[in-house]
């Protein structure tokens, strides 16, 4: 079976920067689990298994059109420091803000905090190596939700 859209797929995978620095990896954990065709994984991985089957290994390099995008230098910006009330704030703590978008502390003044809402890996090439683990059709509650259920998946 191949990976189409409405398809479940398990992967094992390594994530790498331009370095070779691993990022990520489900090495040691279970297999990622997500519902092909429904933007739960970045353009340019979605692109690179589709088609493949149980047992294929593949690298893909992923540019970051095709991944976590560019910088955009507009969530870059400053906070008055009492928005964050008396809470310690430290360069590298993450807050989740509005519509849930993650922004990052870069830089803190007496008065002042610098957040960036881009994501991490944005501006970053990714490389990941991926082998696909298990390959089966989705069922229908698990495509009217648009994410995998069950082992690996969701639970509601």
Known sequence: MQITKHKVAGIHYTLRDSNGNVLDSSEGRTPLYYLHGEGNLIPGMEEGLEGKSEGDKLHLDVDPEKGYGRRD?????????????????????????????????????????????????????????????????????EIAHGHVHGPGGHHH
């Not at 008396?86 to 610098?114: C, K, L, R, S, Y």
């Not at 991926?130 to 069922?139: G, Y």
């Open 73 to 141: 230098p507009q969530l870059i910006g400053e906070v008055p420091r009492n928005a964050f009330g008396n809470q310690q704030v430290e360069v590298g703590m993450q807050f989740e803000a509005n519509h849930g978008q993650v922004i990052t502390v870069t830089q803190v003044g007496p008065d002042t905090v610098t957040v960036d809402g881009n994501h991490p890996l944005a501006d970053q090439s990714l490389h990941f190596d991926v082998e696909v683990v298990e390959v089966r059709n989705a069922t229908p509650e």
